[in-house]
């Protein structure tokens, strides 16, 4: 019996140091693969591409522990670095130099599969209602679900070549999902495509990446973006710190980090100091398209354009933020802004619906709203300002301001352009003698014809006080609005 018991005692012993070894092996270092015998940048940037793919191989994690900082160059054969599901890089700075092609240093990005669409009607009601149980794959299981309008949802961008097509995710349990697209699909002329990933227990599991410095080096003439992420149920990027010096070669086009087709994408403690942008060149710190539930907290950017450049939004919330631009270009539901400073800048909209929230925010030298009428899309929304500080200046004197009015769309759900209701509750306007009028809405164009709308632009006002230029006056709008 005594035997027996040190036998089993004596299996669980090696079996336990097995498992140690099993799991240490997973953990792998750059310094298992060349760091330290690295002669050049070049060689330091291959080091963390084979170290990167070996993880992926064999599903481990990378280790950074002991690494200050790493200075590298983008040869001309490199291609992005895979990431694995759990990054962090322990507060190490990447000194980038590139003059061999734009190139994302970082990138997850699993796939999704194409599903055939039988019955464009009953797959409408199907993203209207969350009800896939008759889909032969849907049906069952854990699926990530990308939705693509094939119809175009803006005919025409104005003064483009090209237009937008509106697109939605979601995630479906054994064929459920109670996630809703933007707008209804049933409403007429949507022709859904579908692409999905299947999601296993891993795939679930949060995605991370945090803990990273990455600058960019002055004497670079092509563009290093720092990560690509797409299809992802959670993701949580945290403790990121950019650094763009100005360049006149790369003033356009940037994208540090671009987040696509995902849900529960939460960002903690980001700051961006520069982009590849000018005043008059776009070029975003984040790029997003077709997210879910977007939480992005204690962002810090000082940038020329706007930080933010998104399409196809539902659910954003962004707090204690200190930035100057959100932009959703077109399509979108529900954006929440609180205990922001939003100066010297817009936010631009197009196509959102629902509510446009701001909750003790500071508006300096900033437009809280404004419609970008190149995308021809007046939509009817709720927006909101609580408790709020407004800043106007000379250039930035109105709360909403809309554009001028094209041709209307085609398009069933925007063919009559729409104007906000807009709630205030609450709102301290601080003003100078330079300012003599401040304005609700701000319509821009001439005439009267440019200005008609299916709804009266509906103003409730609780709670504003006047300091500083007392003498500033209060209009709803600058012209008068049509019906």
């Known amino acids: 019996m005594k035997k027996t018991i040190l036998l089993f005692f004596l299996f669980n012993f090696q079996f336990s140091i097995l498992n140690f070894q099993l799991l240490q092996a997973q953990t792998i270092t750059p310094f298992q693969y060349g760091l330290r015998e690295a002669g050049s940048p070049e060689e330091v940037y291959r080091v963390l591409l084979r170290t990167h793919q070996a993880a992926d191989s064999c599903g481990g994690t990378v ?13 001309p054969e490199a291609q992005s670095i895979p990431l694995q599901q759990n990054n962090d890089f322990g507060g190490v700075v990447f000194v980038v130099n590139n003059n061999a092609k734009n190139l994302f240093l970082f990138h997850y990005t699993p796939s999704a599969m194409s599903l055939p669409v039988e019955d464009t009607i009953l797959l409408c009601r199907a993203i209207d209602s ?27 961008r104005e003064g483009h070549e090209y237009g937008h097509y509106r697109e939605d995710i979601m995630i479906v349990h054994d064929g459920v999902s109670h ?14 495509s579908l692409m999905a990933r299947r999601l296993d227990s891993t795939a679930m599991s949060s995605f991370t990446f945090g803990n990273i410095t990455f600058m960019r080096e002055q004497s670079s003439s092509f563009a290093t973006y720092l990560v690509r992420l797409e299809n992802l149920p959670q993701a949580t990027l945290r403790n990121i710190v950019t650094v763009t010096p100005h360049s006149q070669r790369l003033a356009a086009n940037d994208a540090l980090i671009y987040i696509y087709n995902s849900v529960d994408v939460d960002i903690d403690s980001l700051t961006i100091w520069g982009t590849y942008s000018r005043l008059n060149h776009s070029g975003y710190g984040i790029l997003m398209g077709n997210l879910r539930n977007t939480h992005i907290r204690r962002l810090k950017s000082v940038t020329d354009w706007g930080v933010f450049g998104t399409n196809n939004m539902v659910g954003t919330t962004i707090e204690h933020s200190d930035f100057n631009r959100f932009d959703i270009h077109c399509y979108g539901r529900d954006v929440t802004f609180n205990h ?22 500071t508006f300096d030298n900033f437009t809280p709203v404004y419609i970008e009428d190149s995308y021809n899309a007046y939509t009817h929304f709720l927006l909101r300002i609580d408790s709020c500080v407004w800043r106007p200046s000379a250039q930035r004197y109105y709360v909403f301001d809309c554009g001028s009015g094209v041709p209307r769309n085609s398009r069933e759900e925007l063919r009559t352009a729409s104007l906000p209701t807009i709630d205030i509750r ?20 001439r005439g009267r014809d440019m200005h008609k709308y299916r709804d009266a632009p509906h103003v409730e006002l609780q709670g504003v006080v006047m300091e500083g230029n007392r003498g500033t006056k209060v209009v709803k709008s600058n012209k008068k609005v049509g019906f």
């Open 340 to 361: 922001c400073l939003l100066r010297n800048g817009f936010n631009q909209f197009s196509s959102v619906f629902g509510t446009i929230s701001f909750h003790s925010c």
């Open 179 to 192: 996630d809703t697209p933007a707008m209804p699909y049933s409403a007429g002329g949507s022709r859904p």
């Open 130 to 156: 969350g009800d896939f149980k008759r889909h032969p794959l849907l049906g069952e299981g854990n699926w990530l679900l990308h939705i693509v309008d094939s119809t175009l949802w803006v005919d025409r």
């Open 426 to 445: 609450g709102l301290e306007i601080q003003t100078n003698k330079g300012i003599p009028q401040v304005e609700l809405f701000h319509l821009r164009g």
């Open 63 to 75: 280790s950074y522990a002991g690494i200050d900082t790493l200075r590298l160059a983008i040869p």
